[in-house]
């Protein structure tokens, strides 16, 4: 009797330390994972199909692009990037994060280049996640994760916003081709911009804030 009675006490004292453990551990951060098609660049066909894949977390957004490596000189290139090209050759990942989609003209859903503005209601951020170069066959992975209040860049007269708002932004993700590797070059080749969003030369992929 008296040895059952520790041992309920045990149980009661173990009990007690391990709720009050769980209650000093952190809440679970949210997860939410979006993915998407990624789209030719003329951003209407499909060029790698569940290509592009984010996960929101609250400290962070993390992207994946997977994607066939295409073949020199069939597709379009931007306008400062010599051709013909050849193989190996360099791209890099880039995401247009809009903190504040609902301050977009068209609103939450509609954030785009009208929005890129001096004022960047949007409260836009761009940040170059990835950069590789990489033979012609096979596949491209590009991967990369953005701390919440990393540095952003952007346009030089936008007052870019660095990432605050990882669950509810809208997040648009580019491939953007840069030609030959040029080794001279490196490492900046693998991290400058490439392009403009009016030159029909990304691979693209646009995130709705989810549902």
């Not at 791209?91 to 503005?117: K, Q, R, Y």
């Not at 860049?153 to 081709?177: I, K, M, R």
Request: glycine letters at 12%.
């Amino acid at each position: 009797m008296h040895s059952s009675l520790k041992s309920s006490r045990w149980t009661v004292l173990v009990g007690a330390v391990v709720i009050a453990l769980m209650a000093a551990v952190p809440a679970t951060a949210a997860t939410t994972t979006q993915t998407l098609d990624l789209t030719d660049q003329d951003g209407v066909g499909t060029y790698s199909e569940d290509g592009v894949r984010i996960t929101r977390k609250n400290n962070g957004l993390s992207i994946r692009v997977t994607m066939p490596v295409p073949q020199p000189n069939t597709y379009v290139y931007p306008d400062e990037i010599p051709t013909p090209s050849a193989s190996p050759e360099v791209f890099t990942g880039w995401v247009f994060i809009f903190n504040n989609p609902a301050g977009c003209a068209g609103g939450a859903g509609n954030c785009g280049v009208a929005d890129v503005t001096g004022a960047n209601p949007g409260e836009l951020g761009i940040y170059n996640f990835a950069g590789h170069a990489t033979g012609a066959g096979g596949n491209l992975v590009l991967t990369g994760q953005i701390e919440v209040g990393q540095t952003a860049g952007g346009p030089p007269f936008l007052p870019a916003v660095d990432l605050y708002n990882t669950q509810t932004s809208e997040v648009h993700v580019a491939v953007a081709p840069h030609g030959q590797l040029d080794p001279a070059q490196l490492p900046g080749q693998q991290r400058t911009p490439a392009g403009t969003p009016a030159c029909g030369c990304w691979w693209l992929a646009l995130f709705d804030p989810p549902a």
